[in-house]
Every structure is written in C-alpha cells, then in structure tokens.
C-alpha cells in the first residue's frame, strides 16, 4: 500500500526558508513533485522531478524553491527561499508509481508566510 509522509512546513516571514519533505513507501516511483493549494484555488503543480532528475518548476517559484530527490530512499525535497505570502498555502506531495503510473497524494502541510 502506498503512501506518502510530508514533513516540514510552518509559519515563516517573508523573506525566509522552509524546507518541506515527503518519504513515499509501497512502491517504486517514477515522477514525483509538489503541489500547493491556497484558499478558493485549485491545486497546481510547484515543482516536479524525474525519476532521473529532471526537474520542472512553476513560473512563479523558478529561482527561489529547489526540488531533489533520493530515489534509493524514495523521498522528495523542496528547498523554499525567499518566501513571499502569496506562498502561503498547503503544500501536497505527489508520487506516480512506475509500473501503474497511478498517483497517489500525502496529507498536505500548512505553509504560511507573514508579510
């Protein structure tokens, strides 16, 4: 069975840095990424990663969040800098599995970020 276990988010100042992450279990997986949904929006796509690295980003965090992965431990990081309030949502991680390709959601973690 499969699941995701996110770590990592808070309250934090504009300006400053979270590091959020999330351990997957149950599979092997191939794309694995990060959402975020703020109030009365829809969840979008933060950041993606490949199985072999490859890396995606929304326009509006290219240049201050990372994405990484340990594919030996099946976890995924997001490395935020220079936060701004409009990050300020829950952050989901996301895993597609290799084989089925299904994709599969963790619980989500709260970011906010004060102005």
């Known amino acids: 069975q499969v699941q995701l276990v996110e770590s990592g988010g808070g309250l934090v100042q504009a300006g400053g840095s979270l590091r959020l992450s999330c351990t997957a279990s149950?599979?092997?997986?191939?794309?694995m990424g990060w959402y975020r949904q703020a109030p009365g929006k829809q969840r979008d796509l933060v950041a993606g990663i490949t199985r072999g690295g490859n890396t995606n980003y929304a326009d509006s965090v290219k240049g201050r969040f990372t994405i990484s992965r340990d594919n030996a431990k099946n976890t995924v990081c997001l490395q935020m800098n220079s936060l701004k309030p409009e990050d300020t949502a829950v952050y989901y991680c996301?895993?597609?599995?290799?084989?089925?390709?299904?994709?599969?959601w963790g619980q989500g973690t709260q970011v906010t970020v004060s102005s």
């Open positions: 149950g599979s092997i997986f191939s794309t």
């Open positions: 996301n895993a597609v599995t290799l084989l089925r390709s299904a994709g599969y």
